[in-house]
Every structure is written in C-alpha cells, then in structure tokens.
C-alpha cells in the first residue's frame, strides 16, 4: 500500500511506468488501487457477497466460525475464520444468540380450584396402593423438548404410571393416571 502511495505522489515527476518498474510493483495493481479495488478488495467483494448469503440464510444466527465452515465445506469456498470475522465486522454482521428453551412446570397464577392436601407431608405409607405423588417435568431430546408426567407410589418408591408429551396440559396428566398400574394383588386403598 505504501508503494503504491508513494507512485501515485511521485506520478507527476517521473513516469508510472519507471515507478512501478523500479519499485518492482505491477502497473496494473496499482492502477486497480488507484481505482479503490485492490487485489484483496476485489476478493472481499466476492467474498463478502458469500458471507451475507450465509450468515441471511441462518437468521443471522451464524458467528464467523459457522459461517467460515458453512462456505468451506457447503460451498467449496476456500475462506478462513479470521477473514470471515473481519468481513463480518466491517459490515455490521453480528450474529444473534439463540434463546435458550426455559420450560414452566408451574403456574401459580391461575383461578382453578386447588386438591386439598390428604397426605399433610406424611410421606411413609404403611402398605402399597394407599398414596400416589406426582410431578411433571421436562427433558431436552432431539427432535425438541418434552413434557414427562410420572406417578409414584409411596410406600415402594416406584413409577406406577407416566405419560409423555410436547405439552403441558390437563390431558398429559390424565393419562398419567389411566396408565396407574394398580395390578398388584391387595386392596386398593388409593
């Protein structure tokens, strides 16, 4: 950059052609410069065209490591992080975080009637089928995450009944219920 600044302050003593033949730079490079696209201008150009597509066609959700992999191997485009990281900050390209899933298992603000309290916190059953608990919560899988309802027994700590779905509605819990396994022999007492 420098040569070619100090050809184009030299131009009006001496020849372009003598400049950029003593200064051992191409004739054509610098006219390229002088016109503002230099050789690496010219290949940011393409560039970044290829970068804007990429990290658009992500929702603007790909940082410059994505989107450097996605042109390497999805394109064929021979590109490294720190320049896609560069061209990205030169033209504002900053990319947004993805919001974490954050699950609600309970809404206490609600005007429905509350179950009264039949166990008062007194967790140790004597026999099995007289107390069943339960509770919901939610799992990360990888088609998305889930709602698991699971009931228990209290006197052999076991699972007795569950039910699974992608929402956390009343019917999720009445299939936990439908599904109780009350099959063992002895009185139900539920």
């Known amino acids: 950059m420098t040569t070619y600044r100090f050809i184009h302050a030299e131009e009006a003593s001496h020849s372009v ?106 967790f140790s059953v004597p026999a099995p089928k007289m107390a069943v608990v339960g509770d919901i919560t939610y799992l990360p899988t990888r088609a998305g995450w889930v709602y698991l309802a699971v009931l228990i027994d209290l006197h052999s700590r076991k699972v007795v009944g569950w039910a699974m779905d992608t929402h956390m509605e009343t019917e999720l819990c009445l299939r936990a219920f439908d599904r109780l396994d009350l099959r063992r022999a002895g009185p139900c007492g539920l």
């Open 17 to 122: 052609r003598t400049l950029c033949k003593v200064l051992t730079a191409a004739r054509s490079a610098y006219n390229a410069w002088r016109k503002g696209l230099t050789h690496q201008g010219r290949r940011d150009l393409d560039a970044e065209t290829r970068v804007r597509a990429v990290f658009e066609a992500h929702k603007g959700r790909y940082g410059a490591p994505r989107v450097a992999a996605e042109l390497r191997m999805g394109e064929k485009f021979p590109i490294g992080r720190n320049r896609v990281a560069r061209l990205m900050r030169k033209f504002g390209m900053v990319a947004r975080p993805r919001r974490r899933f954050r699950g609600t298992t309970t809404d206490s603000g609600h005007t429905l009637p509350v179950a009264e309290n039949l166990l008062q916190r007194e």
